[in-house]
T-cell receptor
Framework: ETGVTQTPRHLVMGMTNKKSLKCEQH?????MYWYKQSAKKPLELMFV???????ENNSVPSRFSPECPNSSHLFLHLHTLQPEDSALYLC???????????????FGPGTRLTVT | GQNIDQPTEMTATEGAIVQINCTYQ??????LFWYQQHAGEAPTFLSY????GLEEKGRFSSFLSRSKGYSYLLLKELQMKDSASYLC????????????FGGGTRVLVKP
């Protein structure tokens, strides 16, 4: 238990569906991250939020839409996804994302997404 | 940009030692992390190096040479529960706490 929870743990959706992934951290952190982990590919950073402000968008397609209403919650809204978007989506949090200090990131267990 | 290389898979025997190498090429370097990820679980933090040398934490040690763009994670007295993927991640000093990960090394510990 890392203090970062994600729901749902598994999701199957069609290409025309709209769904959302939720992440919540109970660590009092100020930065939250979305990562994508595909089979046989490195863990890939998607978005970074620091104090609710987006500080990084790693050229992610617009069919992925993040939302950070407060420092404890992070959402990833999904619409018109493609089969190649099937992957494990990991959320992480850290004390800060821009101060320069090497704060370790705490990861949630991930949402296993399958797009059919 | 960043380029991070680590072996895909390694096999070792229970009680033995395994060394996982990670080489990197970066436009800006401000530290290197090692994470452990068991199948189906979240990555968990193992170590952080920003200065050259060895950091020891119980059975796990991590080494960094900035001039060579090289790090290794040393796992001693291997246990079956050490079977997992080990992820090397480089922190880009110009981009706050942004991490770029290698592909991970899957370690299989055999009895």
């Amino acid at each position: 238990e890392t203090g970062v929870t994600q729901t749902p743990r598994h999701l199957v959706m069609g290409m025309t569906n709209k769904k959302s992934l939720k992440c919540e951290q109970h660590l009092g952190h100020n930065a939250m991250y979305w990562y994508k982990q595909s089979a046989k590919k490195p863990l890939e950073l998607m978005f970074v939020y620091n104090f609710k402000e987006q500080t990084e968008n790693n050229s992610v397609p617009s069919r992925f839409s993040p939302e950070c209403p407060n420092s404890s919650h992070l959402f990833l809204h999904l619409h018109t996804l493609q089969p190649e978007d099937s992957a494990l989506y990991l959320c992480a949090s850290s004390q800060d994302a821009t101060s320069g200090a090497p704060y370790e990131q705490y990861f949630g267990p991930g949402t296993r997404l399958t797009v059919t | 940009g960043q380029n991070i290389d680590q072996p895909t898979e390694m096999t070792a025997t229970e009680g033995a030692i395994v060394q996982i190498n990670c080489t990197y090429q970066t436009s800006g370097f401000n530290g290197l992390f090692w994470y452990q990820q068991h199948a189906g679980e979240a990555p968990t933090f193992l170590s952080y190096n920003v200065l050259d040398g060895l950091e020891e934490k119980g059975r796990f040690s991590s080494f960094l040479s900035r001039s060579k763009g090289y790090s290794y994670l040393l796992l001693k007295e291997l246990q079956m529960k050490d079977s997992a993927s080990y992820l090397c991640a480089v922190r880009d000093g110009a981009a706050g706490n942004k991490l770029t990960f290698g592909g991970g090394t899957r370690v299989l510990v055999k009895p």
